[in-house]
């Protein structure tokens, strides 16, 4: 058995980890750092495993040493005396004696002053140098994630307790502990019904576990609060707002006290009506969001009936021996995707570009001023500039041909490549592509101008001195008429790109994209493209994104005689 760890090494190992580390606190929002982060702890497990195997060692021989005395006392004597006069009688009791305390002593004294944990210290020193470490938003971050997966894909809670994803077995579990934090969790958030889900599961695991990580008297506790909230939160609201449609995450339809949770969740799942179209409302879109992500259809056979796949050379050369593969996704609005127009190289080529640039992703504001880091979107993204590496401007000329479009940044026809790395949960709230559509013109003379909002790192000066520049052509160029968006890998669970009020999703395929047109015809904005990226349950995702800008496209994409359309 080893030796307890002493509690001022711990300590110092704590400091030691995360002194002087960069505020970071994104590391959960994509997998190139999640990858990163699990390499830092392999190398903290070697040293640390290091440091166990020569205290192992050390303990083997000290452990030796005694068994070696025990061996002697073990003969049986009437008295101490007896015992004493029996041993040095003993002409090999005494050479053993005499090998011990000159021999064996002196491996064991030197054992004992070899001073391992200050080297372990130094190497995790070494470790912890330009290495970045968790933070708490990270820790909240993961935490989070799993509460959006759980709510999304509607996962059993026993079963994802127990690492099956999605009818994808792992190895990875959670105690009774992990479940209570996670109802801490929920609970905190004003998610009672998915708090007392939890807690009821951490304390079925905390009886299995026979209490080791947590008793079921502790635990019994948070459910009786957690009811006890939920059902008075519920009794409350019903009071004030007889007709208020209550979130499933928050609360169930019934007290808890007269109908238990896993009755209730069942019924809510079996109960669950969709509607697609113009005229659904923001509970719909959650709903229809939620149930595409989980594979679900919505569309009925008539109009499944009506999408078909075809191949295309747009009258191009540059696609005759090789034309498009195109799929229709959806009629109205036209959604369609375009598979194998990328190389397994090309897409290596993109993701190592980004790579060094990635950083967390930002939204619109929640006033339609400014961008921020928010909760709806959780990856990181970055921007690659068009002379970055002669790849850009091939594909930027392949999505024209694809597309029809004129896509070329340098001539504000499209904005730059982006790339998205989506982490733990990932994902990015339903929400529109076009930015300007329906804003008033203090709100466009506020926004940033999108090449600021890049992630460009120049001093407040600069970013002032380009700012009233760069905002006269970004209104030149229109807002956003549509959107490209490569597929650079497969995801092994989840990550499709739903439209909640077209009822379609389109599943990430590597090497393909998607295509739809945020605007009309008519300029107006097309409500039905309103689109989102569902959570990452299992595996990683990497998107690109092209944008493309409206006024260029002039004789491009001609306006109709139908102002509505």
């Known amino acids: 058995m080893m030796a307890s760890i002493p509690v001022t090494f711990l300590i110092t190992i704590t400091a030691l980890l995360l002194r002087n580390q960069p505020v970071v606190g994104d590391m959960f929002s994509?997998?190139?750092?999640?990858?990163?982060?699990?390499?830092?702890?392999?190398?903290?497990?070697?040293?640390?495993?290091?440091?166990?195997?020569?205290?192992?060692?050390?303990?083997?021989?000290?452990?030796?040493?005694?068994?070696?005395?025990?061996?002697?006392?073990?003969?049986?004597?009437?008295?101490?005396?007896?015992?004493?006069?029996r041993v040095a009688g003993n002409p090999i009791h005494a050479y053993r004696l005499m090998k011990r305390l000159y021999?064996?002593?002196?491996?064991?004294?030197?054992?004992?002053?070899?001073?391992?944990?200050?080297?372990?210290l130094r190497q995790l020193e070494h470790v912890r140098m330009g290495a970045k470490f968790p933070k708490e938003e990270d820790f909240f971050g993961a935490a989070q994630?799993?509460?959006?997966?759980?709510?999304?894909?509607?996962?059993?809670?026993?079963?994802?307790?127990?690492?099956?994803?999605?009818?994808?077995?792992?190895?990875?579990?959670?105690?009774?502990?992990?479940?209570?934090?996670?109802?801490?969790?929920?609970f905190n958030a004003g998610a009672y019904a998915r708090a007392v889900?939890?807690?009821?599961?951490?304390?079925?695991?905390?009886?299995?576990?026979?209490?080791?990580?947590?008793?079921?008297?502790?635990?019994?506790?948070?459910?009786?609060h957690a009811i006890n909230m939920h059902d008075d939160t519920l009794q409350q609201t019903k009071k004030r707002h007889p007709m208020a449609v209550l979130s499933h995450t928050n609360s169930f339809r019934l007290p808890l006290k007269e109908k238990p949770a896993g009755v209730q969740r069942s019924e809510i799942i079996r109960s669950r009506k969709y509607n697609v179209g113009k005229?659904?409302?923001?509970?719909?879109?959650?709903?229809?969001?939620?149930?595409?992500?989980?594979?679900?259809?919505?569309?009925?056979?008539?109009?499944?009936?009506?999408?078909?796949?075809?191949?295309?050379?747009?009258?191009?050369?540059?696609?005759?021996?090789?034309?498009?593969?195109?799929?229709?996704?959806?009629?109205?609005?036209?959604?369609?995707?375009?598979?194998?127009?990328?190389?397994?190289?090309?897409?290596?080529t993109i993701k190592q570009l980004a790579k060094p640039l990635l950083a967390r992703s930002m939204v619109q504001g929640r006033t339609g001023v400014g961008h921020e880091v928010s909760n709806v979107r959780t990856s990181k993204t970055a921007w690659l500039?068009?002379?970055?590496?002669?790849?850009?401007?091939?594909?930027?000329?392949?999505?024209?041909?694809?597309?029809?479009?004129?896509?070329?940044?340098?001539?504000?026809?499209?904005?730059?490549?982006?790339?998205?790395?989506?982490?733990i949960g990932g994902h990015y709230a339903p929400h529109h592509d076009y930015l300007m559509k329906g804003k008033a013109d203090f709100e466009l003379g506020q926004m940033p101008p999108q090449e600021l909002a890049m992630g460009d790192r120049i001093s407040t000066f600069m970013f002032y001195a380009k700012k009233k520049y760069m905002h006269h052509?970004?209104?030149?160029?229109g807002d956003r008429i549509a959107t490209f968006m490569f597929y650079l890998n497969d995801v092994e669970r989840g990550g499709s790109t739903a439209f909640p009020r077209a009822g379609v999703?389109?599943?990430?395929?590597?090497?393909?994209?998607?295509?739809?047109?945020?605007?009309?015809?008519?300029?107006?904005?097309?409500?039905?493209?309103?689109?989102?990226?569902?959570?990452?349950?299992?595996?990683?995702?990497?998107?690109?994104?092209?944008?493309?800008r409206e006024t260029a496209q002039t004789f491009n994409r001609r306006c109709t005689l139908d102002a509505n359309q």
């Open 30 to 85: 994509a997998s190139a750092d999640l990858a990163n982060t699990f390499r830092l702890e392999q190398q903290v497990v070697n040293v640390l495993g290091e440091l166990v195997a020569q205290t192992e060692a050390k303990l083997g021989i000290i452990r030796q040493y005694l068994k070696d005395y025990e061996s002697v006392v073990e003969e049986k004597a009437a008295s101490e005396g007896e015992f004493m006069e």
């Open 279 to 348: 005229h659904i409302t923001d509970q719909d879109d959650a709903t229809n969001f939620n149930a595409l992500c989980r594979g679900e259809t919505l569309l009925n056979d008539k109009l499944l009936a009506q999408l078909k796949c075809w191949y295309d050379s747009r009258r191009q050369p540059y696609f005759l021996l090789m034309p498009i593969k195109i799929e229709q996704n959806s009629m109205e609005p036209a959604i369609y995707s375009f598979h194998d127009v990328l190389s397994d190289d090309e897409i290596e």
């Open 473 to 477: 052509r970004e209104l030149q160029a």
């Open 145 to 186: 994630a799993l509460v959006r997966l759980q709510d999304t894909y509607e996962l059993n809670m026993t079963q994802l307790a127990r690492g099956n994803l999605w009818g994808r077995q792992t190895r990875a579990e959670l105690t009774a502990q992990d479940c209570l934090f996670m109802g801490k969790h929920a």
């Open 103 to 120: 021999f064996d002593w002196q491996t064991v004294e030197k054992e004992i002053k070899t001073d391992n944990w200050r080297n372990a």
């Open 505 to 548: 999703a389109v599943k990430p395929v590597r090497g393909g994209a998607a295509f739809w047109f945020n605007l009309k015809r008519s300029g107006k904005p097309d409500p039905l493209t309103l689109h989102g990226a569902c959570p990452v349950l299992l595996g990683h995702k990497w998107v690109s994104n092209k944008w493309i």
């Open 385 to 423: 500039p068009e002379g970055l590496h002669p790849l850009l401007n091939r594909l930027t000329r392949r999505i024209s041909l694809i597309t029809g479009l004129k896509t070329n940044p340098i001539s504000d026809e499209a904005e730059l490549l982006q790339v998205a790395n989506y982490g």
């Open 197 to 224: 889900e939890w807690f009821e599961e951490s304390y079925i695991l905390a009886g299995q576990e026979n209490n080791r990580t947590l008793r079921q008297d502790q635990v019994m506790e948070f459910i009786q």
